[in-house]
């Protein structure tokens, strides 16, 4: 289940597992349209107002930009300040600090 606006998570998955050969032009473009749409959604909306499945899937999502972008600190790891995956999937679940 997704909230209003955002790609479902299976969604999400099903794309990730379809090799890109296999993907047509028009898939592909669909793909990049919504994946623009959801990110922008991702940003917008605090995680107050987010499913708790929408948060994890979110934290996912923001840890793996993160790692392409190299903003993970000067260890190569999480920032100190930044939550991790792991706080960011127990905060979700009401089991966080």
């Known amino acids: 289940m997704s909230d209003l606006g955002r790609k479902d998570f299976s969604d999400k998955l099903s794309e990730k597992v379809t090799p890109q ?14 994946n623009l ?24 999502t923001n840890e793996k930009h993160a790692h392409e972008s190299g903003h993970t600190g000067h260890t190569g790891h999480t920032s100190a300040t930044e939550p991790s995956l792991l706080d960011k999937a127990k905060d979700a679940v009401g089991m966080g600090k």
């Open 21 to 34: 050969e296999s993907k047509s032009t028009t898939t592909k473009l669909s793909e990049g349209v919504t």
């Open 37 to 60: 749409g959801d990110s922008a959604s991702r940003n917008a909306v605090p995680d107050s107002e987010k499913s708790t499945t929408q948060k994890l899937s979110d934290g996912m």
